[in-house]
């Protein structure tokens, strides 16, 4: 028979199992949900504060309100501290440019099957390219607002560095390719031999 609880762990699991773990719902099987109970909100932000102390997310689970911001870097900035403050500025700049080589991409592609010989295949090609050529202008309006003049790179990677991730040497050259090109926003993208084969050399390797 299998046995579950603290006994039946080894020694070197112990460390993953909680004695105050709580209770389970009677109707765990018969239903699933995300509500919790105040005993398990207490008790999954104890955990969150045991093994993730430093992080956003044990600052903003004590402070137990709810969030609606779409993205983490709209939280109020006196609700985190300084380190974490200056990660989410990287964070929030880091989506916000490479978000513009995912468009260019998909912008490259588009205009492809538009070109390619059985391009009947690809009817809504023709829409497709306008409808991103249109986004990336949107992205290059946004662009203004994120400050990529002030950005330091080498405090990104050095703060990458300090985690489990592990960042190439290819992936530092093309976001820093990419941010040269995001900086000088007054050409177009499509039409930029550097831009394009920035991408197809990160496609390709």
Do not use: C
Request: glycine share 6%; aromatic share 10%.
């Amino acid at each position: 028979f299998l046995s579950y609880g603290p006994e039946s762990l080894k020694d070197h699991d112990l460390k993953l199992w909680a004695s105050n773990f709580p209770k389970p719902p009677g109707d765990l099987f018969d239903q699933a949900a995300f509500a919790l109970s105040r005993e398990e909100g207490d008790f999954l932000r104890d955990r969150i504060a045991s093994k993730a102390r430093p992080s956003l997310l044990n600052e903003l689970a004590r402070k137990g309100k709810v969030y609606a911001e779409d993205w983490p870097w709209q939280v109020g900035e006196d609700t985190m501290s300084d380190s974490n403050r200056a990660i989410l500025r990287h964070a929030e700049r880091f989506s916000g440019v490479m978000y513009g080589a995912s468009l260019l991409y998909n912008l490259l592609l588009a205009l492809r099957a538009a070109e390619r010989p059985n391009a009947k295949k690809h009817a809504d090609a023709p829409t497709l390219v306008e409808d991103y050529r249109s986004r990336l202008e949107d992205w290059k309006a946004e662009l203004e607002h994120l400050a990529l003049s002030e950005w330091d790179l080498d405090d990104l990677f050095g703060l990458i560095g300090k985690t489990s991730h592990d960042l190439t040497k290819a992936s530092r050259d093309f976001i820093r390719g990419w941010v040269s090109i995001a900086r000088n926003g007054s050409v177009r993208l499509e039409a930029n031999n550097l831009a394009t084969e920035l991408l197809k050399q990160r496609e390709h390797g």
